[in-house]
């Protein structure tokens, strides 16, 4: 049987237009009481090294207000262990983080930081956090993951989302075999990164992976058709898949 599959919403971009102007509006914080209302079960925030968009102030008011669990994507510094560890998040998503990216480029080298990782993962999961790590698909990657002591994972599905053809439908296969492999090695297993309502049936049609992360879609789509009913739409998609 398919285990239950999650929807994360990611509300940083809400925050990006707040902060192209200033001041309060929009605020994040509503906009994850309209996510939890439309059908989300959870929400991701990334606190940034140079704060371009969610902010210290935004990831308090999370914490306190909203009745959903919090995932709080950061970077593997030893400042956002510290944030992480005062705020204590339901969940902390370990990202790769470029200041000069526009958005997060490619998976995490768990492998290449496998040193510097672990000692991070443990002190998270001490404090009742559950550690995830953003790699690509791949079973090195994984491996290195299950090494570290990262009990879940989360797929980039960048490439394949940017994809066309015969080349979307490799990636599909990469993220299908590393979802099997990431199941054999007792790691859950998240996907995210780039989905639309074209791309999202594939990768929430696959068995063993249980949630997944969206936000920059969904915040652009809702400026068409708001932001509740972008979000239901993706409900419906990912458990038509499920269910089909």
Excluded: W
Excluded at 11 to 33: K, S
Excluded at 55 to 75: G, K, Q, T, V, Y
Excluded at 193 to 210: D, F, K, Q
């Amino acid at each position: 049987m398919a285990r239950k599959l999650r929807l994360g919403v990611n509300i940083d971009h809400v925050a990006t237009i707040r902060n192209a102007r200033g001041g309060r509006h929009p605020d994040p914080v509503r906009a994850a009481f309209l996510a939890a209302e439309a059908g989300a079960d959870g929400i991701t925030a990334h606190l940034r090294e140079d704060r371009r968009h969610i902010s210290d102030a935004d990831i308090s008011a999370l914490i306190e207000r909203i009745a959903l669990p919090l995932n709080l994507e950061m970077a593997a510094t030893p400042e956002m262990v510290e944030i992480a560890l005062r705020h204590r998040p339901r969940a902390c998503c370990i990202v790769p983080e470029k200041r000069e990216e526009r958005t997060t480029e490619g998976g995490l080298d768990a492998a290449g930081h496998h040193d510097a990782l672990k000692p991070m993962v443990r002190r998270l999961s001490e404090a009742g956090i559950r550690v995830s790590l953003f790699i690509e698909p791949g079973e090195h990657q994984l491996q290195a993951a299950k090494s570290v002591g990262a009990p879940v994972v989360e797929l980039h599905t960048g490439a394949y989302c940017d994809a066309e053809g015969e080349a979307r439908a490799r990636e599909l296969a990469r993220i299908v075999e590393a979802a099997r492999i990431a199941d054999r090695l007792g790691l859950e297993c998240h996907a995210g990164h780039g989905l639309t309502y074209e791309t999202v049936g594939p990768v929430a049609a696959i068995p063993t992976v249980t949630e997944l992360n969206i936000g920059h879609f969904l915040i652009g789509e809702a400026i068409f058709v708001g932001l509740a009913q972008s979000i239901r739409r993706m409900r419906e998609l990912m458990d038509q898949a499920r269910e089909g």
